[in-house]
């Protein structure tokens, strides 16, 4: 397992951006896929973000496609999530996940969590 940590949640208006990070620490951490979900007040946790353990190929959610974007750096054991064109239904509070299986974190059954960072946007 790895260990995470968020940073880079807040609150912003409508349409705004916002640039979410995770750092991990470890010498695993190329060898993991990794993610973003997010749990809304009252909702159960949701996928929204997923990248192979070597950035080739993304995933997202249907609800931020287009609008999110996910990338890495293994070279600094780093995650982020650019987040455009916010909506006041993408507040929740956002978790960094790492897996060896994407899948489990596209279930939500990640082996690693961050204790999430909160957005809120307000309209």
């Known amino acids: 397992q790895v260990q995470l940590v968020e940073s880079g949640g807040g609150l912003v208006q409508a349409g705004g951006s916002l640039r979410l990070s995770c750092a991990s620490s470890g010498r695993t951490f190329s060898s993991y896929a990794m993610g973003w979900l997010r749990q809304a007040p009252g909702k159960e946790r949701e996928f929204v973000a997923g990248?192979?353990?070597?950035?080739?190929?993304?995933v997202y959610a249907d609800s931020v496609k287009g609008r999110f974007t996910i990338s890495r750096d293994n070279a600094k054991n780093m995650v982020y999530l650019q987040m455009n064109s916010l909506k006041p239904e993408d507040t929740a509070v956002y978790y960094c996940?790492?897996?060896?299986?994407?899948?489990?974190?596209?279930?939500?059954?990640?082996?690693?969590w961050g204790k999430g960072t909160p957005v809120t946007v307000s309209s």
């Open positions: 990248i192979i353990k070597g950035g080739g190929s993304t």
């Open positions: 996940a790492g897996d060896q299986s994407l899948h489990k974190i596209m279930v939500v059954t990640p082996g690693s």
